[in-house]
């Protein structure tokens, strides 16, 4: 790249994020790896705020509560609002009473999603359900898996709150919702319908929160084929970051084309400083 094409290339870069009215993050690779903030991540949040810009918290990891993100991320030193965090379970909250209101659901998740689906009126059950719901079950049993694909051979609904193959821990990566479904389809022949990014719901969702439009909207995250594919395919923009699960090789082969590449967020907080 020449000295010109590289200066056109930052330029673009700082337009496109001066451009940007909404920020959705990710968490996992993106603002957190594993417990720890990513360097640069509290500058980011710190010169948006300043330039007054808004953000919203989207994480497809359904195995928390959003006040459980909310406590993190305080500790973390950037406090947020319930208003300022959506997650898929969220999403999958909001599919179920719409779609199917009323329904008995079976769901393979951790304590913390089963209490936010309790709360919402969303009916759980353990005998024959109209609906089997995975999510990211970090308390995931052989007897879930079981009956979960009997209730699915039985004419039982699959959904599932995101794709996520895995997840970025420190020190590499863990078993997401997406391999459990994967499992799932195996033994029972049926593939889900996932919520959560990069789907519809997902963003027709974030947008009647914010009202912000998708195209001044940009989705910030590590993985091409949630974050960024959520931004690119709903006529919005995706920024890729390089401090999870994807590299500048994954990109280069993907059919998901970020609109721009960063380091990190602290990389984006430069650009928006210079």
Do not use: W
């Not at 094409?5 to 690779?29: C, H, P, S, Y």
């Not at 965090?85 to 659901?105: E, K, N, Q, W």
């Not at 998901?256 to 590449?261: C, G, T, Y």
Request: aromatic share 8%.
């Amino acid at each position: 790249m020449t000295r010109q094409e590289g200066k056109r290339l930052r330029d673009r870069k700082k337009a496109l994020l001066e451009d940007t009215r909404l920020f959705v993050l990710d968490m996992d690779g993106t603002f957190f790896m594993g417990q720890r903030v990513i360097d640069g991540a509290l500058d980011f949040m710190e010169i948006i705020e300043k330039r007054g810009q808004e953000f919203l918290f989207f994480t497809n990891n359904s195995s928390k509560a959003p006040e459980d993100y909310i406590e993190k991320l305080t500790r973390a030193g950037c406090p947020i609002s319930r208003d300022q965090i959506m997650t898929s379970g969220d999403v999958a909250i909001r599919y179920l009473h719409r779609t199917y209101p009323g329904a008995s659901v079976y769901l393979l998740g951790t304590p913390q999603l089963e209490k936010s689906m309790e709360e919402a009126g969303i009916r759980l059950t353990k005998d024959k359900a109209d609906i089997v719901l995975a999510g990211f079950d970090m308390t995931l049993s052989y007897e879930k898996l079981e009956r979960g694909c009997t209730f699915i051979r039985n004419g039982a609904v699959f959904l599932a709150t995101h794709p996520d193959i895995n997840c970025p821990v420190e020190g590499g990566f863990i078993p997401d919702c997406g391999a459990i479904c994967a499992a799932m389809s195996l033994s029972c022949g049926k593939e889900p319908r996932y919520l959560g990014k990069p789907y519809e719901e997902t963003v027709q969702m974030i947008f009647d929160k914010t009202k912000i439009p998708i195209a001044k909207t940009a989705f910030v995250g590590d993985r091409l084929y949630t974050d960024i594919a959520t931004g690119v395919r709903h006529g919005g923009r995706g920024f890729l970051v390089l401090t999870g699960e994807a590299t500048l090789e994954d990109a280069a082969a993907s059919d998901v084309k970020p609109d721009a590449i960063f380091d990190s967020l602290g990389e984006m907080a430069s650009y928006l400083k210079s």
